[in-house]
């Protein structure tokens, strides 16, 4: 096709109304966006879908379509790196079983089967006014995903709330990033990791906590393999972890004993004055209490309460203490626990009274786990009223309204219920349909069995993915098929706070739609108010959301466009408007001033609670749960479709046992086992290795039955799940 034929095809489908004969065809008209100044064989960089790593892409085209694609060498974030699942980004969305047309299942008895789209879009307005006619505005609910775009999570937030009537809906990132946000919003005032990556080079003491850096966030491990200080490394999980062996020093605690670990630690930095007491006195609040509080955290106890011999604690406080730019960082190991936000706060309180904060290579630094966590936090409009907003806040409210040009009665007055306050809802009956998008919780939500029998119980649950092939798209009445990453416009925001851009390089099959339009074509067939007139496109949209976040710490308005982030390299909010420049790399807090009202960042803190379901005699082993490899995504429905990334981890899902309790159980690596928890069972292959203490056992979170495992216990402010410690007991085949 020559070059110009092609770009005014582009054109003519990114400026065209959303007919219906291009909804029956859009691979035929190409619907999203396509730089216009793209040719058909160029190359441009995209922002992978992956991890909230926020890695770059160069996507090589061949007549508009990506053929293969290699690491950005110049993007501030990933320097010319890439992990396997990065390189292997396109594979997934050329599969057989993508979804190509919606499809819909008229009963219970019946297979789903395809229907037009103008169809689907009236089933699913009919179906969810009928619940709400028969049940009330509140019996429906939505779960969405950390995985699809800023703009596509806000024109969801925005259609569901404000206009459907919803006042529930949360998503995905529930599960892995709930706990910094309720943490930093708590500490510092707003939802705010102060950090940028550069600070991995820049420390000479660099504590990861809970955190498998090597293969969950690989490129970050090359960050910290950059560092030119000779960095201390310290790793500090129950188990031996990839990144615990490559540590100068792994501290190997108890599980759930990190809490009374951290106190301990804390405790140590005062009784050797390793303070910042000129940053304590300026800059915090609550010192003197929080003194109080960890007084009886003694080193002799909090030895023998973690596991960690004395020596080893010591030394660590000393690390910490003379360390001239230390780095603490955590992810999962703290923030999915039935204490979490607690954790994450020891962390940060560790941060403040060493002064570790605000200065190259310093923070307490939350790593998100999904491409677009950080965007799910500012921009989904569920927990948070759009741009970090508060739904009980009547200015708020007022002020949102105001951008998007809808009455501010249209705004909940309340926040919503948290994924697991969602799934009870559909026990007491009353959430009665269910809107799922983009996460597949069949697989990742706790206590599997629980949640499946839930779903069925359901009058309606549709289910919006790239594959109907998901356990949790199978279960769906009405299945809405997706345009996946790289077949769709719009923004990422990774762990750094770095806006970065995805683009349309590849058509969508059959008509699989970009999930901001299926938004939109639901939102105009359910009747939406003009507001929707102003959000045609994801840039659109990114404008709009610009003006919402005004007079926020998340303030964007200095970003101009699309072309300016890509142009930039990825910008990191802030960014008023009144920036006379972008630079690359930028810290929160520098001047030691916080979001909350006073300016100090607060000292928060609370006594350790027992484990809900601590190792007993019936179930004497502790479950962890983990990444398995840095080739498999979560619940692996497009990392399981590459031959390459499975050729890249073991074939069959595997649990690992201590050498001592193989002994004593007569099992021997590659044997068939059964792991029982109170809740459920499966089978799986043992490998025997002492990666995992004795009384200790773990499995990587992607074999799609480890949740009939685990329990559904949360974090009490953060309501995260605590996937990492439940008791099982396992018996040979
Ligand atoms: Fe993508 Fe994360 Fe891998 Fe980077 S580290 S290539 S963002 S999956």
Same mark, same amino acid.
């Given at each position: 096709m020559r070059a110009k034929q092609f770009i005014e095809e582009k054109i003519r489908a990114f400026d065209g109304p959303l007919t219906e004969e291009l909804l029956r065809d859009p691979g035929k008209f190409g619907l999203g966006q396509l730089p216009r100044t793209m040719e058909p064989d160029a190359t441009t960089s995209v922002v992978c879908g992956y991890c909230s790593t926020g890695c770059s892409l160069n996507v090589h085209l061949k007549d508009g379509q990506a053929i293969n694609l290699s690491p950005d060498p110049d993007y501030p974030v990933n320097l010319g790196m890439a992990c396997p699942k990065g390189w292997e980004s396109l594979t997934p969305l050329a599969a057989d079983d993508r979804g190509t047309s919606p499809l819909y299942r008229a009963s219970s008895d019946d297979a789903l089967e395809p229907i037009e789209w103008k169809d689907a879009a009236q089933t699913f307005c009919d179906r969810m006014r009928t619940v709400q006619r028969e049940h009330g505005p509140e019996s429906i609910a939505f779960l969405s995903t950390g995985q699809i775009c800023t703009e596509e999570m806000a024109l969801l937030g925005a259609f569901a709330k404000f206009e459907m009537g919803m006042i529930h809906g949360d998503g995905n990132t529930r599960q892995c990033m709930a706990t910094a946000v309720t943490a930093y919003k708590e500490s510092f005032g707003f939802d705010a990791p102060p950090f940028s990556y550069q600070d991995f080079e820049e420390s000479d003491v660099i504590v990861l906590i809970g955190s498998n850096l090597c293969i969950a966030h690989p490129i970050l491990w090359q960050r910290v393999l950059r560092n030119e200080n000779n960095p201390e490394i310290i790793v500090i999980d129950p188990r031996k972890t990839e990144t615990a062996m490559q540590a100068t020093q792994h501290v190997a605690l108890r599980p759930k004993s990190d809490l009374t670990f951290l106190y301990g630690i804390a405790q140590l930095l005062v009784e050797n004055d390793w303070l910042d007491s000129d940053f304590i006195e300026a800059h915090t609040s609550g010192f003197e209490d929080f003194k109080e509080h960890i007084a009886s955290f003694t080193a002799e106890r909090v030895s023998q309460e973690s596991d960690v011999p004395l020596s080893e604690l010591k030394g660590l406080a000393q690390k910490i203490g003379e360390g001239k730019r230390?780095?603490?960082?955590?992810?999962?190991?703290?923030?999915?626990?039935?204490?979490?936000?607690?954790?994450?706060q020891a962390i940060i309180n560790i941060a403040l009274m060493t002064g570790n904060i605000g200065k190259p290579g310093t923070g307490a630094n939350s790593i998100t786990g999904q491409c677009n966590a950080m965007g799910s936090r500012l921009f989904s409009n569920t927990t948070s009223l759009l741009g970090g907003h508060d739904f009980l806040n009547a200015q708020h409210r007022e002020k949102v309204a105001e951008v998007l040009e809808i009455d501010p009665a249209k705004i909940p007055d309340q926040r919503s219920w948290a994924y697991d306050q969602i799934v009870d809802g559909i026990e007491t009956g009353k959430i009665k349909a269910l809107w799922i998008v983009a996460t597949n919780g069949a697989h990742s939500w706790a206590h599997q069995n629980r949640f499946r029998k839930l779903l069925s119980k359901l009058d309606f649950l549709v289910v919006q993915d790239i594959y109907p092939t998901t356990e949790t798209a199978e279960l769906a009445d009405l299945f809405l098929p997706a345009a996946g990453w790289g077949e769709k416009d719009g923004t990422l925001i990774n762990s750094e706070r770095r806006i970065g851009l995805v683009k349309r390089v590849s058509r969508s099959p059959g008509e699989a739609l970009a999930d901001f339009s299926i938004f939109r074509y639901l939102a105009s067939t359910w009747g939406a108010g003009p507001w929707l007139a102003k959000w045609k496109t994801p840039e659109d949209a990114f404008q709009i959301l610009k003006k919402l976040s005004k007079d926020q710490p998340c303030d964007i308005r200095g970003i101009k466009d699309y072309r300016e982030i890509d142009e930039a390299g990825g910008i990191q909010w802030p960014l008023a408007e009144s920036s006379s420049s972008i630079e690359t790399h930028r810290h929160l807090f520098a001047d030691g001033t916080f979001y909350t009202d006073d300016g100090r960042a607060r000292f928060i803190y609370d006594d350790p609670q027992p484990n809900p379901e601590p190792p007993d005699e019936a179930y004497p082993f502790c479950l962890l749960t983990g990444r398995g490899s840095s080739a498999q995504w979560h619940t692996e429905s497009r990392t399981g479709k590459s031959e390459i990334l499975k050729?890249?981890?073991?074939?069959?899902?595997?649990?690992?046992?201590?050498?001592?309790?193989?002994?004593?159980?007569?099992?021997? *690596?590659?044997?068939?086992?059964?792991?029982? *928890?109170?809740?459920?069972?499966?089978?799986?292959?043992?490998?025997?290795?002492?990666?995992?203490?004795?009384?200790?056992?773990?499995?990587?979170?992607?074999?799609?039955?480890?949740?009939?495992?685990?329990l559904s216990s949360f974090d009490p402010v953060s309501r995260q799940p605590n996937y990492k410690a439940c008791g099982v007991k396992i018996a040979k085949c």
């Open positions: 230390v780095s603490l960082w955590w992810t999962m190991g703290v923030n999915q626990s039935y204490e979490a936000t607690r954790t994450a050729k890249l981890h073991p074939k069959e899902s595997y649990a690992e046992i201590n050498p001592d309790d193989a002994r004593a159980l007569g099992i021997k *690596s590659a044997d068939r086992i059964t792991v029982i *928890s109170r809740r459920g069972s499966l089978e799986l292959k043992a490998l025997v290795t002492a990666t995992v203490k004795a009384g200790q056992v773990f499995i990587p979170m992607h074999n799609p039955k480890v949740n009939r495992l685990t």
